[in-house]
């Protein structure tokens, strides 16, 4: 399979919520194509739509209309089940809390999402496996539990988790919203090597300009409508 | 802090369901068994009087020969007097078989002692008539005028049904009812409940009887009575009781399992309350109204629901059973009161621990960052080391139970040691399920894993959830294993004193060569074989048939042999024993020739007495066929197997004995029995199945993120139900299989302690089909109570769900 130039693309993107007179429209048609093998920041206030503009590409909400197309394959017309199977193949995911199950040890948060969808670990993801948790430096926590674990090492294990599958996007949600700035720079960092050396995709929703700044693209979301995708012009003063 | 509860009673009473479903079925049961009872006792106590209005004084404690040297006296000094009481005697109406056992009582010759009550036709004039009871004969073919025989052999009575009567009294009713000359005429033993006697004589009856009778005034009697018949009921109530509190108790644990889980979901919003100035005090109060107000609502509405079950169930059984003692029940204050009381009670009393837990809340909770998942309960020391404590000091006093044969002992020790295992259930629970989840995990995917660590991730919780299914679980197998052990003591009983399903043995001449030939046709009969025989005569017994079992094995029951004399005895029944005593010598005659023989008594052939073959031989040279041995088909039914070979018999002129008769009215007893039990302890495995489906609902409630976390990684909707059918069938699977162990020990003990006593080595017998279904059953239902948790979670999109606070 070739790889794609564009990691995800959606087209005249809609999103309502309720009806009537209570009806919130939080897309109002937004065009947006993401290119593979960036780093793109999706940024703009609250209540913009942007976290709603991730859901959306990321196959974890149905849009109202509009089609939206990842790694090849369009989204808006799979059912349930066929969206959850493509998630685990080709989407991983950073959230800004609650990213790790408490009752696994975070090696066994790692390899949830092979584990979900049946996956054997061989030879190969176990090349991976040591691969992400290195670059991520959490070899000596992958058997402690979340609770044992700070707010920056929990991220880093969201981080392997959604890297270790090699999908063709990893989406991630106000990774650093919970962070101190120290924390916050290591986990962008981590998020932009993973761009630059592991050859990721990742698409970051954000409303801080600093973490915006990791990006190589800046996608600025306004009133549910995006604006063009534009190169970040400096590179942070850090 | 008046708005606050209100609020919080508004948004959390679908919370509370589980909890108010247990206190409503608890409660219920309380007011249904008052229902019961009461129509029970006054089914009973209605009528008690009828039988004698007519009559000055009551004679009780006294035997059927005495009863009729109190008739003679009555007779004699123009008095009169009625026996009540009855004897079970075999009937046929025309050339069929009525029964084969039916209750004749007696009718008085006084008008003023005849307490029937007149349907159709007339009462009997005297001897010779005989008079039904409408409900029994109700559609049976038999019609006034038709010939009735009743009893055997030559002490039997042929009598005309002339009237229909019905019976005011329950507590004193047969089927039929023959005038006195009649009665006594029946070669049986005569039950006497009482003798109503009336006339100038009564003050001087009591002179005239042997010790022990008793003489009453008419009055008197009837309130010793009705006591009496009362305190019999009381004894039912108070057994159904025991249930009711095995349910409430089942309940407790559900409730207290509800608030603890609420109470920590909520320990934020406390916590809050606590930061904007709410005191402890203040929460502690408005939680605690909460649980008042829960108390309230649910005992009430278990008030309405236990009221329209035992109107109910009064109606279905005076439904099913005309002539049954049910009248319809009046509704007691005092029991209504007290039902209410305990619902309250019991919801307050499963309150108090989780909601002092909730006063030890740090107002600084409120302002952590989101981790309500993080509700970590584990087993303290102190608890680990009671529920150990517990365990041995129970066990040991089940030792002490076996070996000195002590109930009180074995009940004792049978609770300490279920409540250890309570308080240890921390502990072993989860290990028990981390074993079994390990165990399947290898061939299940990824939802049984998850399924294993959720189940386990909250150990208090897991085995507050467990401990209810436990408890109703442990009892049912302990019941049921028990019961299996005492119906193979029995069966072991039964085989010894009928150790053949039915005979036909020739009355006054040999049987005729087509005769077994024309049994073994009958369907039901699995084989029957002609037994050779002659007739004797026995000193002290008179004359009756010998016949000497050969190559009957495969007919009687029990051990081979166990049908056959050793050489040198001879078995006689039981009934014609008289004055012989088993282990005495008789003389037997044959035709001129005579032998010794050493008596055994026994009943279960019919009316002859068994000698070996060897012995038979010895004293006739030309044996015929006398008696027709018959084993039954497994299953066959006694009564109708019983009618068909009576028709045989009939027409061959022989008697016909029906143990299976026995054999199945004791089997029924005991299936009875087993099914009320288990019926009554269902109810409390149905409120434990109530807590598992709360449990897990709350637990989606609570895990509404990670849910939505792992449906974001890839879990299908199927695998997320799956995972949490999982987590309720592992719950289920393993408080099921533990308590079948804990039952199956108490059944052992018990076996020990109190059955080996009345029956030598009494074996424990496992019922395995009973306990595979008790486990499958309980398997399906933990299945059914995630059904509604399963959905609700799976429905949530991930979108939502990671939203989510």
Not at chain 2, 299 to 315: E, K, P
Request: glycine share 10%; aromatic share 4%.
């Amino acid at each position: 399979m070739t790889t794609p130039t564009l990691a995800a693309s959606a087209r005249d993107l809609t999103r309502v919520y309720g009806h009537g007179d209570t009806a919130v429209h939080a897309l109002r048609g937004v065009d947006l194509d993401l290119p593979a093998g960036r780093f793109t920041a999706i940024m703009g206030p609250s209540g913009s739509g942007k976290s709603t503009l991730m859901h959306c590409l990321a196959g974890l909400d149905t849009p109202t209309s509009g089609t939206v197309t990842v790694a090849g394959r369009a989204l808006q017309d799979m059912d349930d089940t066929a969206l959850t199977v493509f998630r685990r193949e080709h989407v991983g995911f950073v959230f800004q809390s609650f990213n790790l199950l408490p009752m696994l040890t975070a090696g066994q948060n790692v390899l949830l999402p092979l584990e979900l969808a049946g996956r054997r670990v061989d030879a190969e993801l176990r090349a991976r496996y040591d691969l992400v948790v290195d670059v991520l430096g959490i070899r000596d926590r992958l058997g402690h539990r979340p609770s044992e674990l700070s707010g920056g090492q929990q991220q880093r294990v969201a981080i392997a988790r959604a890297l270790v599958s090699q999908p063709d996007i990893v989406f991630a949600d106000e990774p650093t919203g919970n962070l101190d700035s120290e924390t916050s720079a290591e986990v962008l960092g981590f998020l932009r090597r993973s761009v630059r050396e592991l050859g990721q995709t990742v698409v970051m929703v954000t409303h801080e300009t600093d973490a915006a700044a990791y990006a190589d693209d800046v996608v600025v979301i306004t009133d549910g409508l995006a604006a063009d995708v534009r190169p970040v012009v400096a590179e942070p003063a850090r | 802090m008046r708005t606050v509860l209100r609020a919080s009673l508004r948004t959390h009473t679908r919370r509370y369901i589980s909890a108010a479903v247990a206190v409503v079925i608890g409660v219920s049961f309380i007011v249904v068994t008052s229902l019961l009872s009461d129509a029970t006792r006054a089914g009973l106590v209605a009528g008690v009087e009828v039988p004698y209005r007519g009559a000055d004084v009551v004679v009780t404690d006294v035997d059927a020969d005495e009863a009729a040297r109190i008739v003679d006296r009555a007779e004699r000094d123009g008095d009169s007097a009625a026996v009540l009481g009855w004897t079970p005697q075999k009937v046929r109406v025309g050339d069929r078989l009525f029964e084969d056992r039916t209750d004749v009582g007696g009718i008085a010759a006084d008008p003023d002692l005849r307490w029937q009550l007149l349907r159709e036709g007339r009462l009997p004039d005297g001897p010779g008539e005989v008079v039904a009871d409408v409900n029994a004969v109700k559609g049976r073919d038999v019609a006034i005028g038709d010939s009735v025989e009743i009893g055997t052999g030559r002490s039997s009575v042929e009598a005309t049904l002339v009237g229909l009567v019905d019976t005011p009294s329950a507590s004193i009713g047969a089927q039929l009812y023959l005038t006195w000359p009649d009665l006594r005429g029946l070669d049986s033993d005569l039950w006497v409940d009482s003798v109503a006697y009336a006339g100038p004589g009564s003050s001087s009856l009591a002179g005239t009887l042997p010790a022990g009778a008793t003489v009453q005034p008419r009055d008197e009697f009837v309130e010793d009575r009705q006591a009496e018949l009362t305190k019999e009921v009381n004894v039912l109530a108070i057994l159904l009781l025991v249930f009711a509190a095995i349910a409430l108790f089942v309940s407790v644990l559900v409730i207290a399992n509800t608030f603890s889980i609420l109470f920590a979901q909520r320990a934020r919003d406390f916590a809050l309350l606590r930061c904007v100035g709410a005191t402890r005090r203040q929460i502690l109060r408005s939680v605690r109204v909460e649980a008042v107000a829960l108390g309230i609502v649910s005992a009430t509405l278990g008030l309405l629901v236990g009221t329209g079950l035992g109107y109910g169930l009064v109606a279905l059984a005076k439904g099913a059973l005309p002539s049954g003692s049910m009248a319809f029940p009046t509704p007691s204050l005092r029991w209504y009161a007290g039902a209410l009381v305990v619902g309250v009670l019991v919801t307050v009393v499963a309150a108090w621990l989780p909601t002092r837990r909730v006063v030890r809340i740090n107002p600084l909770a409120a302002l952590r960052p989101d981790d309500s998942t993080s509700v970590h309960t584990g087993a303290g020391r102190l608890r680990v080391l009671l529920g150990v404590a517990a365990v041995a000091v129970g066990v040991g006093l089940l030792a002490l139970s076996i070996s000195a044969s002590n109930a009180v002992a074995m009940v004792l020790g049978g609770v300490t040691s279920f409540s250890g295992v309570l308080l240890f259930g921390p502990v072993l629970v989860p290990a028990l399920i981390r074993a079994v989840g390990g165990l399947l995990g290898r061939v299940a995917g990824a939802p049984l894993r998850l399924a294993t660590e959720n189940a386990v991730r909250n150990p208090r919780r897991t085995a507050a959830t467990t401990a209810s299914l436990l408890v109703g679980v442990t009892l049912t197998t302990a019941v049921l294993v028990g019961l299996a052990s005492s119906r193979s003591a029995v069966n072991e009983d039964l085989d010894r004193d009928h150790p053949v399903d039915l005979t036909l043995t020739g009355t006054d001449a040999p049987l005729a060569a087509d005769v077994v030939d024309r049994v073994q046709a009958v369907p039901g009969v699995s084989s029957a074989v002609a037994l050779d025989g002659a007739v004797g005569s026995i000193s002290g017994a008179g004359r009756m048939p010998l016949v000497a079992p050969s190559g009957t094995d495969g007919v009687t029951r029990g051990a081979p042999g166990m049908a056959t004399p050793r050489p040198g005895d001879i078995w006689l029944p039981d009934d014609l024993l008289d004055g012989l005593s088993s282990g005495g010598r008789v003389t037997v005659r044959v035709d001129g020739r005579s032998a010794e023989l050493r008596v055994r008594g026994g009943s279960g052939w019919g009316e002859a007495a068994v000698v070996a073959p060897t012995t038979l031989a010895r004293l006739t040279t030309t044996p015929a066929t006398w008696a027709v041995w018959v084993r039954a088909d497994d299953g066959a039914d006694a009564e109708d197997l019983g009618g068909d070979l009576d028709a045989v018999a009939q027409s061959a002129d022989a008697d016909l004995v029906n143990s299976l008769r026995e054999r199945s009215w004791v089997t029924l007893q005991l299936d009875i029995l087993t099914a009320t039990v288990v019926t009554l302890l269902g109810i409390a495995v149905v409120i434990a199945l109530i807590g598992i489906g709360n449990t897990l609902g709350l637990s989606v409630l609570e895990r509404g993120r990670e849910n939505a976390l792992l449906r974001a990684l890839g879990l299908t909707r199927r695998q997320l139900r799956a995972t949490l059918a999982a987590e309720a069938l592992l719950l289920s699977v393993v408080a099921t299989v533990l308590g079948t162990v804990i039952g199956v020990a108490f059944a052992w003990v018990a076996v020990q302690a109190l059955v080996q006593r009345a029956v030598d080595a009494a074996p424990v017998v496992l019922p395995w089909g009973q306990l595979a279904a008790v486990i499958v059953v309980a398997g399906v239902a933990g299945l059914v109570s995630a059904l509604l948790p399963a959905r609700r979670a799976a429905r949530v999109t991930p979108a939502a769900g990671l939203s989510l606070d």
